[in-house]
C-alpha cells in the first residue's frame, strides 16, 4: 500500500510502486517514476524525468533530478536513472543529463553522505560510498565499490576505478586506476587498498599480483607505457590485472601519478 502524507504534493502523472513511503512536505515531479518500497521520509523533492528502482531511502532536505548545471543546457527533457537499494542522506542533490539522448545513471545499493553531490551526465555504479560532502563535476565516471572521501571534488570527466579510495579533501583532475588508493591535493596515488580488497574477498594472490603492479608504475623509473607493458609481460594474466591495464589503455586525461 502507498502511502502519501497529505502535506506532500505528488503530480498526478508520477507512477508510484507498491509500498512506497512519502513523508511531510515532499514533492515528485511530472515524469518520475518510483519503485517498490522506495521511501521519501520529508522535504524530499524528486524531479522528473526520472526513473527511481526500489527499496531506496531518501532522507530530509534531498534534492534528486533537477535540471543540468551545465549553461549548455536549454531546458529539453533530459533523464535520470537510478537503481535499488541506495541511501541518500540530508542534502544529497543528484542531476539529469544535459542532453535529450544523455542521462545522470546511479547503480544500486550505494550510500550517499550528507550533502554529496552527483553532477549532469555522471555514471555511477553499484555499491559505492559517497563521504560527506563528496562531489563529482559532470561526466564524471565511478566505477563499483568506489569510495569517495569526504569534502573530496573530482574535475569533469574523469574515472575512478573500481574499488578505489579517494580519501578525504581530495582534489582529482586525472583517472584514479582501480583498486588504488588516491589522497592529497593535488593527488597522488599512495598505494594499493589492501584492507578494502581483503574485507570484499580478493584472494592473497591478487593482492600481492596488485602491489607488484602499484610497484612498476608508481616506484620505478619507467614511464606510464612502459609500466603497463613490463606489467603484462612478466604478472600473470588475471581480472584484476585485465581491469587495471585495460583502465589505464582506455584513460582520456591520464591516470593520478
Known sequence: MTVIHPSSVVDPSASLGDGVEIGPFC??????????????????????????????????????????????????????????????????TVNRGTLPDTKTVIGSHGNFLAYSHVAHDCSVGDHVIFSNNGTLAGHVVVEDHAVIGGLSGVHQFCRIGRHSIVGGCTKIVQDVPPYMIADGNPAEIRGVNQVGLERRGFSAADVRALRECYRLLYRSNLNVKQACEKIAAEIASSEVRGNLLTFIEQSQRGIVR
Open 27 to 92: 514533492h515528485v515531479g511530472p515524469g518520475v517514476e518510483i519503485g517498490a518500497e522506495t521511501r521519501l521520509l520529508g522535504h524530499v523533492t524528486i524531479a522528473g524525468p526520472a526513473k527511481i528502482g526500489a527499496g531506496n531511502t531518501f532522507y530530509p532536505y534531498t534534492s534528486i533530478g533537477q535540471r543540468s548545471q551545465d549553461l549548455k543546457y536549454a531546458g529539453e527533457p533530459t533523464h535520470l536513472e537510478i537503481g535499488d537499494g541506495n541511501s541518500f542522506r540530508e542534502f544529497c
